[in-house]
């Protein structure tokens, strides 16, 4: 197993840092990108251990931090805590953009291994806020074949008209990260971001436009994003090639803490159920 450390200089001067990992086999595989949701980051619970598995399926897998998620390597708190306050939608829609565009020119492998390794599909898998950002991603880059949301919201408009008056009167709203206590800051630009593409960020929409192929996967107890918004996704989507996978008794992580401690039957079954969307061993 090859695993490769990488760091990307964004358009805005920020680095996209990531981990990319393979069986140098010779052997014609697909690429999966893993997008991470919000107040997450690459190293976050099951993703080394789903980024590895995958790999081991056959598949090259990418999983890496957005530039402005506010981690560094090492550290499971958010230290930058100005990048996270700046982060917008339009920042993370940008970095998936330019982190597939950098892999297929061979800044991330090199251009003889990505040529021995490589069959030229471009696979997505996105948890939660990280699949929103999948599905525009797929929207804006037609040569995306196929994605898997896991968790995913439907709507980037989550906040009532009085929490945004009291974000815009503070000029930032705070959040709690559940896994450390730490409160950070996130600037009104993000909510203003989010009305401006009101049109072109809306998911529902979005769903209607995809030439990729969507897998919708959704735990039937998450209390954190509920099962409608993954139906209200699979309701919008082409249905030929819109699949919706529910599975039982688990919720928004799949059982799933950070610190990852070990795998379970949920995620194994999500993983299973991907494996096989994806057509891999």
Request: aromatic share 12%; with cysteine.
């Given at each position: 197993?090859?695993?490769?450390?990488?760091?990307?200089?964004?358009?805005?001067?920020?680095?996209?840092?990531?981990?990319?990992?393979?069986?140098?086999?010779?052997?014609?595989?697909?690429?999966?990108?893993?997008?991470?949701?919000?107040?997450?980051?690459?190293?976050?619970?099951?993703?080394?251990?789903?980024?590895?598995?995958?790999?081991?399926?056959?598949?090259?897998?990418?999983?890496?931090?957005?530039?402005?998620?506010?981690?560094?390597?090492?550290?499971?708190?958010?230290?930058?805590?100005?990048?996270?306050?700046?982060?917008?939608?339009?920042?993370?829609?940008?970095?998936?953009?330019?982190?597939?565009?950098?892999?297929?020119?061979?800044e991330i492998l090199p251009l003889n291994v990505l040529k021995e390794n490589w069959n030229g599909?471009?696979?997505?898998?996105?948890?939660?806020?990280?699949?929103?950002?999948?599905?525009?991603?797929?929207?804006?880059?037609?040569?995306?074949?196929?994605?898997?949301?896991?968790?995913?919201?439907?709507?980037?408009?989550?906040?009532?008209?009085?929490?945004?008056?009291?974000?815009r009167e503070k000029g930032y709203n705070e959040f709690t990260v559940t896994r450390t206590g730490?409160?950070?800051?996130?600037?009104?630009?993000?909510?203003?971001?989010?009305?401006?593409?009101?049109?072109?960020?809306?998911?529902?929409?979005?769903?209607?436009?995809?030439?990729?192929?969507?897998?919708?996967?959704?735990?039937?107890?998450?209390?954190?994003?509920?099962?409608?918004?993954?139906?209200?996704?699979?309701?919008?989507?082409?249905?030929?090639?819109?699949?919706?996978?529910?599975?039982?008794?688990?919720?928004?992580?799949?059982?799933?803490?950070?610190?990852?401690?070990?795998?379970?039957?949920?995620?194994?079954?999500?993983?299973?159920?991907?494996?096989?969307?994806?057509?891999?061993?």
């Open positions: 197993m090859n695993n490769i450390k990488f760091s990307i200089l964004n358009q805005i001067g920020k680095q996209i840092t990531g981990d990319l990992k393979f069986c140098n086999d010779k052997k014609k595989k697909p690429v999966i990108f893993f997008l991470h949701g919000f107040k997450g980051f690459k190293d976050w619970g099951f993703f080394p251990y789903v980024t590895e598995k995958f790999a081991l399926r056959g598949a090259i897998t990418i999983c890496y931090n957005f530039s402005l998620n506010g981690m560094i390597e090492g550290s499971d708190l958010i230290v930058n805590t100005e990048d996270f306050a700046n982060n917008t939608v339009t920042h993370e829609l940008n970095d998936s953009l330019l982190i597939i565009e950098k892999f297929r020119n061979g599909k471009i696979l997505l898998v996105g948890h939660s806020l990280g699949g929103a950002i999948a599905i525009l991603t797929a929207k804006s880059n037609n040569e995306v074949d196929k994605i898997s949301l896991w968790a995913s919201i439907s709507t980037f408009g989550r906040y009532t008209q009085r929490q945004q008056k009291i974000w730490q409160v950070v800051r996130m600037n009104v630009e993000y909510m203003d971001d989010v009305l401006r593409n009101m049109e072109k960020y809306d998911l529902i929409s979005s769903m209607k436009q995809l030439q990729a192929s969507v897998q919708i996967v959704h735990g039937k107890q998450d209390l954190t994003v509920r099962i409608r918004e993954g139906e209200a996704l699979y309701n919008a989507g082409i249905k030929e090639r819109t699949f919706f996978e529910v599975i039982p008794a688990t919720g928004h992580t799949f059982g799933v803490e950070h610190p990852f401690k070990e795998t379970n039957k949920a995620l194994e079954t999500v993983m299973e159920k991907t494996i096989k969307f994806f057509g891999l061993a």
